[in-house]
C-alpha cells in the first residue's frame, strides 16, 4: 500500500461530513462549467437553515443547484457568477446571482489578490492516481489557484470524469486536500449540438473565406462559432492549430476529419490548448486520456503575450449589439444580463497581436422580442444600459449575414458607412439619418 493511498484514506468522508466545515460568512470557490458538484451541492442545501451570508463564486453552470432551490430568494447563499450559462440567467432573473465584471485571464490574479479570503474550495475531480494526484478533467480555469488561497479543500471524486493531460495546473495533489467525497458515477453534464440556424450558416461561410491553412484557431460560445466549425470540418483547409478558452464538440469534428494537426503551431506544437471543456459525451470522451490535448489554467491560455505567440492566430466571437463606432457589447440587452465578458478582449487583442492573426465579431443583424418586433443590432449608440465589451479601437472584422468590414485603422465616417454596409436593409436609411445627427456620415458618402 502506497503512502498517497493510506492518506487517501484518512481524508475520505460524508458528503455532509465535509460540508460541516462550512460556517456563516464564508466565501466558497464553487462549480464551474463541467466540474459540477451533485452530491456536496446536495449536502450544503441541507444546511441552509442553519447559514447566513454565504458567498459562493461559481460560473458557466452545467447543471442546476439545489442550494439555489433551497434558498430562492437568496436569504442564506449569494451567487456571485464570472459568467451566465443559461442556468445562471435564470437565477439571475430569480434576483439571485450577481455578475463579476472581468477579463477571464485575470481570474487567477483576482483570487490571489483581490478576494479577500477563499475560506474553502470545493471541486470535482477524477480519482486519484497510483502518483497522488486527482485530475482537474475538463476545467482547469482557475482552480489551481484557488487551491492557493483556500483555508480548505474538498473534492469530489466522479468516476466519470475523462483524465485530462495538460500543460501544469490540471492535478491537484492528496497532499494538499482536506477532505475527499466519493460520489461514485455522476456523469458529465451535457451540453447538446444545436443545429445552427440559416443565418448562422451565412456568417460562418464569410469568416471561412477569410481562413488560411495552417491558422490557430480559437472558436467562443454559441452556434455561430459550432456552425463555423462544421463548416471547416468539411472544407480543404489543413494543419489547423488550436488555442482557445473553450473546447467544444466542433473542434472534435475538425480533428476527426484532419483539418487540425497543429503543426504549424510556435508553441504547443500539435496540442489543442484549452482552460475548459464542455459539451457532449463525444467531447469529453476525446479529452479522456488523450496527449494531443493540453489543459492549462486560465492565465496562460488566454494570456495576450502568451496565445499571440502563435502566429495566424484568429479569433471567432459572438456580440450581441454594436454601435457605429465600433463599441461591441458581447454582456447584455440594455442593463439586463446575458452572459459576460469572458475571454472575448483576451483574444480580440490577441489575435490582432499574432504575426497574420486575425480577430471577428460575428454577430446576426437583427433580433427579435418575444411580440414580434424586430430590431437592429447595429445602433447609433449603444442602448442604453449597455456594457462595452471591446473598445473600439480593439475590434477588427465585423460579420453580419449582410458582409464583413474591417475597422482598423478607419475614421468615424469609414467605421459608419461601413457598419452601415452590413446592417439588415430594413435599418439602413434610418441610421444614416443617425449618422448625420451624430457627425459621422460625410456628405459624399455613396447612398
Same mark, same amino acid.
Given at each position: ?36 458538484? +451533485? ?11 442553519e ?12 447543471? +442546476? ?39 477571464? !485571464?485575470?481570474? +487567477? ?15 470535482q ?24 488561497k ?7 471524486? @466522479? ?15 492528496? !497532499? ?6 466519493e460520489?461514485?458515477?455522476t ?32 472558436l ?13 470540418? #468539411? ?38 490548448v ?11 470522451d ?12 486560465v ?15 484568429v479569433?471567432? @466571437? @459572438? ?15 440594455? +442593463? #439586463? ?16 497581436? !499574432? ?23 447595429? @445602433? ?68
Amino acid at each position: 500500500m502506497s503512502t498517497w493511498t493510506e492518506e487517501y484514506r484518512k481524508k475520505v468522508v460524508s458528503a455532509d461530513q465535509a460540508v460541516s466545515v462550512v460556517k456563516s460568512g464564508d466565501w466558497i470557490i464553487y462549480s464551474y462549467a463541467a466540474n459540477t458538484l +451533485p452530491v456536496l451541492d446536495a449536502a450544503l442545501a441541507r444546511r441552509t437553515p442553519e447559514l447566513q451570508d454565504i458567498q459562493l463564486l461559481a460560473g458557466v453552470s452545467m447543471r +442546476p443547484h439545489a442550494i439555489i432551490k433551497a434558498d430562492p430568494r437568496g436569504e442564506h447563499f449569494t451567487w456571485d457568477c464570472v459568467h451566465f450559462s443559461v442556468i445562471d440567467r435564470k437565477y439571475y432573473e430569480m434576483g439571485r446571482a450577481f455578475y463579476i465584471p472581468l477579463r477571464y !485571464s485575470e481570474v +487567477p490574479r483576482y483570487i490571489l489578490e483581490n478576494i479577500s479570503r477563499v475560506d474553502v474550495l470545493m471541486v470535482q475531480v477524477s480519482p486519484m492516481d497510483r502518483h497522488g494526484n486527482f485530475n482537474l478533467g475538463p476545467t482547469i480555469s482557475h482552480y489551481r489557484a484557488s487551491a492557493d488561497k483556500a483555508k480548505v479543500i474538498i473534492v469530489e471524486v @466522479n468516476e466519470d470524469m475523462p483524465i485530462a493531460h495538460g500543460g501544469y495546473g490540471h492535478t491537484l495533489h492528496v !497532499s494538499e486536500i482536506d477532505y475527499i467525497v466519493e460520489a461514485g458515477h455522476t456523469g458529465m453534464p451535457q451540453i447538446p449540438s444545436l443545429e445552427p440556424a440559416e443565418v448562422d450558416q451565412q456568417i460562418a461561410q464569410y469568416v471561412l473565406q477569410e481562413l488560411r491553412n495552417g491558422d490557430c484557431i480559437q472558436l467562443g460560445i454559441g452556434t455561430m462559432p459550432n456552425a463555423l466549425g462544421s463548416q471547416i470540418a #468539411k472544407s480543404d483547409l489543413k494543419d489547423l492549430g488550436v488555442h482557445t478558452e473553450m473546447l467544444v464538440d466542433s473542434y472534435v469534428e475538425m480533428f476527426e476529419t484532419g483539418r487540425i494537426t497543429g503543426r504549424k503551431k510556435q508553441i504547443d506544437r500539435g496540442r489543442m490548448v484549452y482552460t475548459f471543456a464542455g459539451g457532449t459525451q463525444k467531447l469529453y470522451d476525446f479529452i479522456d486520456n488523450n496527449p494531443q490535448v493540453a489543459g492549462y489554467p486560465v492565465e496562460y491560455t488566454n494570456d495576450r503575450s502568451i496565445a499571440s505567440m502563435n502566429d495566424n492566430l484568429v479569433s471567432i @466571437n @459572438n456580440a450581441l449589439e454594436i454601435d457605429l463606432s465600433g463599441q461591441v457589447c458581447s454582456e447584455t440587452v440594455g +442593463p #439586463k444580463m446575458i452572459s459576460g465578458a469572458g475571454g472575448q478582449l483576451d483574444f480580440v487583442d490577441a489575435a490582432y497581436n !499574432s504575426k497574420g492573426g486575425r480577430s471577428f465579431i460575428c454577430m446576426e443583424s437583427t433580433y427579435t422580442d418575444h411580440e414580434g418586433t424586430k430590431y437592429s443590432r447595429i @445602433n447609433p449608440l449603444l442602448t442604453v444600459g449597455a456594457v462595452v465589451t471591446d473598445t473600439r479601437p480593439m475590434v477588427q472584422y465585423v460579420v453580419t449575414e449582410y458582409g464583413i468590414v474591417n475597422l482598423k485603422g478607419q475614421t468615424t465616417w469609414q467605421r459608419a458607412e461601413k457598419l452601415i454596409s452590413i446592417a439588415h436593409p430594413d435599418f439602413r436609411e434610418e441610421l444614416i439619418q443617425e449618422a448625420q445627427k451624430l457627425k459621422v456620415w460625410r456628405r459624399s458618402n455613396k447612398r
